[in-house]
């Protein structure tokens, strides 16, 4: 497949997607003669361009034609380069790849107390978001899952349009209402015909089927995984309806996510779940951000992952405004699979339940170097690889290895030993549970080499592992080590992620085509549900990362989402599509740019914008020198009230608020304030963060400060 791929690039053709810009019949959906106007003029407009009509034809494989105004189609550089130049093109980019971004979660968000469901937990109020209807573009879906059941179910909302593609046996019901597969933009860039086995709906991979289930998967008693998280498995949204767009093969293709965007809008979802992202991209060459204003502006929202690219700032995908971003972070429950040495020290680890051993029952533990096989190197050895161990050295015994993975259980397994302990070999590497052959725990490199230190120090070493799932006792949220943090890339005034919820070691369905890994699901927790956030864990301390660091905003955005605040918020900041037009005139986006976004014609204000002023739920300045002032307006969706400002200053920054009280005398009522900050002389060049809350002494709304002050050095 490499071959065909550099064989395509080397003779200078490739797959784009031709973004043609506004609708005709504006934000109404086209009619099927409309379709077979707009199909036949882009054959036209390419056909212009390559000479021949019929060429285009074959060119094109997508278009999009319901919501979305373009196609998508393999062409040559000089094509590319004739069609950019037509008045008709709001954009062409080419049709680049987004990688995946890969039970005790609902009572940890406080929907349930002890298993059970109190009757002012949010999940009652919003009946469990009964018709809701939930997209989800990723993998595909497993139809067969329980998760997926429609046992009680009522008929089919109304105003669903969509279908199910029933290739590979595929088979939808009440409860997944529709099941479709997109690979045409796949295909272009593979640069040959795919498979059949290709034509299906059907999820192998498991992300998908992972994600759809947490976002809106139905009740399933006796849910656990191998023995750990034992409990009721369900969704956010355990009675909405859901509806799977395979848009992710090898990754997951702009063509694709564009098609299933659009199909997805016409099909007449309420919600659209995305767990998937690529490098930042500039909204109008970004099928993501494209895609995503035109379901927004259709009263869709949707949630995307901030990404799992960890580690450096400066990574998090899925910038736009209208994109809800959400990090990744842990809950409180811990698969704690712990070592007790001969001399009674305990070192804790971390595994999956496969503890079958008999509790309290020393066992000789051996390195596995000491175990080697003959003619097989020490290194080999020590990573436990195939075929490294001798059977006679490891039979009955637990086993030390360097480094982790579940394929060291195997061959230790395979050797006859009993157990295992592995063990990281950089002091930063973050441990997560697996499901392994054996009895294991995974330890730190520190801990690691305090085991190993008793080893070589006591004559008849031994050791026994324990297990359980704990839960209560651990401390969370804490950002997880994959999850990407700001700041914005493309738009630094704009915070991303907007907010953190539980993204590791999530219980759900999943595929049978696979089985489970220890993966990241953060963005499907909370999908219909509105929040407000805390920035404080369950031990009443600042949200920490993996190293116990205390975060910030760019880690977590707003905060951690709290559910069951959302039934009462009492203030919101209001944004619709013209605010996001008018965020877009503000960054310079030009006439033919606005086209890509906007149905008609768009003005932008004739007082220039500032882009510091969209009505966003935080404040961002990257670059303060002297002072700014920037306006936001609240809307009371609550009972009348009078709020009073809270000002947390950033360290260097002075804040005013004007004015510090704002009275609502009714509902819907909104009113506007201002925020001046400025830099002392002593601010430091490195961004540091506040906050502001609005408070009736009942409710407390909050906005993250972030700001930098601007570098005397620079332009």
């Known amino acids: 497949m490499g071959s065909v791929l550099q064989l395509a690039h080397d003779k200078g053709n490739g797959s784009y997607v031709v973004y043609l810009g506004r609708n005709s019949h504006g934000s109404e959906s086209s009619s099927a003669l409309d379709i077979s106007k707009k199909t036949e003029s882009y054959h036209e407009l390419l056909g212009s361009c390559m000479k021949s009509k019929e060429k285009a034809k074959e060119a094109i494989f997508y278009s999009y034609s319901s919501y979305i105004n373009g196609f998508a189609a393999t062409l040559e550089d000089e094509e590319v380069d004739e069609i950019s130049k037509r008045p008709e093109v709001a954009s062409i980019f080419p049709n680049e790849e987004s ?5 005790r979660s609902w009572e940890f968000l406080g929907l349930e107390r002890n298993g059970k469901i109190p009757p002012d937990s949010i999940w009652v109020k919003a009946r469990f978001g009964e018709d809701v209807i939930i997209g989800n573009l990723d993998t595909g879906v497993w139809p067969e899952s329980e998760s997926f059941s429609d046992e009680g179910m009522g008929p089919i909302p109304s105003k669903w349009k969509g279908y199910c593609d029933t290739n590979d046996r595929v088979k939808c019901n009440r409860k997944l209402i529709g099941a479709r597969y997109f690979n045409k933009g796949f295909q272009a860039s593979v640069g040959q015909p795919l498979d059949p086995s290709y034509n299906t709906a059907r999820d192998t991979d498991g992300h998908g089927t992972h994600t759809l289930a947490t976002a809106g998967g139905r009740f399933v008693s006796g849910a656990n995984f191998l023995g750990s998280a034992n409990g009721t498995a369900k969704g956010g949204s355990p009675n909405a309806r859901v509806a799977s767009y395979k848009v992710c093969w090898r990754g997951c ?9 659009d199909a997805a809008i016409q099909d007449g979802v309420d919600i659209l779940s995305v767990s998937l992202g690529s490098r930042p991209r500039h909204y109008f060459g970004h099928g993501i951000s494209m895609g995503s204003f035109h379901a927004v502006k259709n009263g869709i929202l949707v949630a995307c992952s901030a990404g799992n690219s960890g580690g450096q700032g400066g990574r998090v995908s899925n910038v736009a405004p209208w994109i809800l971003t959400v990090a990744a972070s842990t809950i409180d429950r811990n698969f704690a699979s712990n070592v007790i040495l001969g001399n009674n020290r305990l070192f804790k680890g971390l595994s999956f339940n496969t503890n079958t ?28 690889s195939p075929e490294s161990l001798d059977p006679e050295k490891v039979k009955g015994k637990i086993v030390y290895c360097l480094h982790a993975s579940v394929e060291m259980s195997w061959v230790v397994a395979q050797a006859g030993g009993v157990g295992v302990i592995l063990a990281d070999q950089l002091p930063q590497a973050t441990i997560s549970p697996q499901a392994h052959f054996l009895p294991t725990a995974h330890v730190s490199a520190a801990d690691g080499l305090s085991i190993l230190a008793y080893i070589y120090s006591t004559r008849h070493p031994v050791a026994y592992i324990s297990g359980a799932t704990e839960v209560g ?86 905060g951690h989402i709290r559910p069951s605040r959302a039934m009462d918020p009492g203030l919101v900041y209001d944004l619709n599509p013209k605010d996001y037009l008018n965020f877009l005139c503000s960054i310079g986006y030009n006439a033919t740019e606005m086209s890509a976004f906007a149905d008609e014609p768009y003005n932008c204000p004739s007082k220039n ?61 909104e009113k506007s304030f201002k925020v001046t900050l400025k830099a002392e002389e002593n601010a430091s060049d490195f961004y540091a963060f506040g906050g502001l809350v609005w408070s009736d002494g009942v409710h407390n709304v909050r906005s993250p400060i972030v700001v930098k002050k601007k570098d005397a050095g620079s332009a």
């Open 357 to 384: 051993l008999p509790a309290r029952k020393y066992y000789p533990l051996v390195y596995s170097v000491d175990a080697k096989a003959a003619n097989v190197s020490a290194l080999s050895a020590q990573s436990c």
């Open 473 to 558: 006792a651990v401390a969370a949220p804490i950002m997880a080590s994959f999850s990407s943090s700001g700041p914005n890339a493309i738009n630094p005034e704009i915070l991303k992620p907007d907010i953190t919820a539980p993204g590791v070691d999530i219980l759900a369905a999943y595929t049978e085509a696979s089985g489970p890994t220890s993966q990241s699901f953060d963005k499907p927790i909370f999908h219909s549900i509105l929040y407000l956030a805390t920035t404080t864990s369950n031990v009443r301390q600042p949200i920490a990362t993996d190293f116990l660091q205390e975060s910030n905003p760019f880690d977590y955005g707003s």
């Open 99 to 103: 990688e995946l971004h890969t039970t």
């Open 609 to 669: 914008s500032s882009l510091l002023d969209l009505n966003y739920p935080s404040i961002t300045v990257p670059n303060l020198s002297g002072k700014v002032t920037l306006t936001r307006t609240l809307k009371n969706v609550g009972t009348p009230g009078l709020y009073t400002a809270r000002i947390n200053a950033p360290e260097g920054i002075t804040v005013k608020v004007e004015p510090m009280r704002l009275k609502f005398n009714k509902t819907n009522e």
């Open 253 to 261: 293709n702009d063509a694709d996510v564009l098609a299933a965007f």
